[in-house]
Structures are given as structure tokens and as C-alpha cells.
């Protein structure tokens, strides 16, 4: 089973930027179309962004222009670019596959707060 660890969240001021990590156990994650999902509090669970193993890129309107996803298969991690934050973006940040791939064990996720 592959385990997925997110990292990088934190409080920023709106306008301001984080990137996000997400760490895979094992190299088999780099066949799998990779996603980055938010869930505020009251909310269902949404895609953000997602990226295939050859590099095609999905983002929901909500982030397009501001984040980007990008992924390094040699380290078994993909990223999240956030820039121009808005408190709107304020949840907790999951990675795991997409695509219609069968999702691993959810990770603990990494808050991610914009406020001032």
C-alpha cells in the first residue's frame, strides 16, 4: 500500500504563496494520474488540480492562473504551486490519484489558512 505525506502548508496573508509537497512510499506512484484535493471545513472534499504520468494538467477554475501542479516521478512527489492566495483557498490539502485511478489510504493532509 503507498502512503502519501503532505507538507508545506501554513498561514499566509492573502496574495501571499505556499508550496505544497506531497511524498510517496513508493515508486510505483509514478504510473498513476496524481491529484491535489481540498476540503474546507462544512465541505465535501474537491479537486484542485490533478497531473497524469505523462504530464497533462487539469485545474478548476476556481485556481486556474494561480496554482500550479507539477510532479517529479524520481522522487515519488508532486507539488502544488499556490501563489495569490485568498482566503476562499483557506482547507486542509490532500494529494492522492486521480483520474478515475482507485484512491490510496488518504493521507493526514496539511492545513493550509489565508488570513490577515
Known amino acids: 500500500q503507498v502512503q502519501l505525506v503532505e507538507s508545506g502548508g501554513g498561514l499566509v496573508q492573502p496574495g501571499g504563496s505556499l508550496r505544497l509537497s506531497c511524498a510517496a512510499s513508493?515508486?510505483?506512484?509514478?504510473?498513476?494520474?496524481m491529484g491535489w484535493y481540498r476540503q474546507a471545513p462544512g465541505k465535501q472534499r474537491e479537486l484542485v488540480a490533478d497531473?497524469?504520468?505523462?504530464?497533462?494538467?487539469y485545474y478548476a477554475d476556481s485556481v486556474k492562473g494561480r496554482f500550479t501542479i507539477s510532479r517529479d516521478n524520481a522522487k515519488n512527489t508532486v507539488y502544488l504551486q499556490m501563489n495569490s492566495l485568498k482566503p476562499e483557498d483557506t482547507a486542509v490539502y490532500y494529494c492522492?490519484?486521480?483520474?478515475?485511478?482507485?484512491?490510496?489510504?488518504w493521507g493526514q493532509g496539511t492545513q493550509v489558512t489565508v488570513s490577515s
Open positions: 492522492n490519484t486521480a483520474r478515475g485511478v482507485r484512491p490510496f489510504v
Open positions: 513508493r515508486s510505483i506512484f509514478s504510473i498513476y494520474a
Open positions: 497531473i497524469t504520468s505523462m504530464g497533462s494538467i
